[in-house]
T-cell receptor, first 112, second 112 residues
Framework: GQQVMQIPQYQHVQEGEDFTTYCNSS?????IQWYKQRPGGHPVFLIQ?????EVKKQKRLTFQFGEAKKNSSLHITATQTTDVGTYFC????????????FGQGTTLQVKP | NAGVTQTPKFRILKIGQSMTLQCAQD?????MYWYRQDPGMGLKLIYY???????DKGEVPNGYNVSRSTTEDFPLRLELAAPSQTSVYFC???????????FGQGTRLTVV
């Protein structure tokens, strides 16, 4: 079945350092979405990528969707303590667009 | 606009007991999902529904049942609670196409 893998599982950075999390799917995706979950909270939508090779930016966050639509990345430039949380990618397979599968998430800790 | 509402927020069950986790959304979304999140882990899809009367298994359906008699409600049933079902359960809904998923606040379930 469809699998979405995300690495690394944890990342500790010093405030001001950059951070990247990678997402890989076993199947071609119709789109990829990214969510953020603050400690004790629920996942909240950040952004969606649909087109092959698409790149989107939200202030210090840069999101990429691979050419084959099977991988994606989230890069944060100059992390801040407010970036702390778990970042999830989620994808819907091209063959079953009803099913929304999440990666394992990357938990980011930022030391001030 | 309440969004996605889950009840209860917390519950302690004894082994072998049964319960229903309630989920309701007021956004007229066709797609609804149940996920479980174990400590430090990602979101695993239990069941999902693409519309009233239609449900399908996710990644970890064993020990659970669902129904979708209306667009608004998507209850999750645990028949014989086991310690392995101790987790945080999230319900989510989304509209059709490339739209974001909205999550409820979660239900923290402990089976002892």
């Amino acid at each position: 079945g469809q699998q979405v893998m995300q690495i690394p599982q944890y990342q500790h950075v010093q405030e001001g350092e950059d951070f990247t999390t990678y997402c890989n799917s076993s199947t071609t995706l119709s789109n990829i979405q990214w969510y953020k979950q603050r400690p004790g909270g629920h996942p909240v939508f950040l952004i969606q990528l649909v087109k092959s090779g698409e790149v989107k930016k939200q202030k210090r966050l840069t999101f990429q969707f691979g050419e084959a639509k099977k991988n994606s990345s989230l890069h944060i430039t100059a992390t801040q303590t407010t970036d702390v949380g778990t970042y999830f990618c989620a994808g819907r397979s091209s063959s079953n667009t009803g099913k929304l599968i999440f990666g394992q998430g990357t938990t980011l800790q930022v030391k001030p | 606009n309440a969004g996605v509402t889950q009840t209860p927020k917390f519950r302690i069950l004894k082994i072998g007991q049964s319960m229903t986790l309630q989920c309701a959304q007021d956004m007229n979304h066709n797609y609804m999902y149940w996920y479980r999140q174990d400590p430090g882990m990602g979101l695993k899809l239990i069941y999902y529904s693409v519309g009233a009367g239609i449900t399908d298994k996710g990644e970890v359906p064993n020990g659970y049942n669902v129904s979708r008699s209306t667009t608004e409600d998507f209850p999750l049933r645990l028949e014989l609670a086991a310690p392995s079902q101790t987790s945080v359960y999230f319900c989510a809904s989304k509209g059709g196409g490339n739209t974001e998923a909205f999550f409820g606040q979660g239900t923290r379930l402990t089976v002892v």
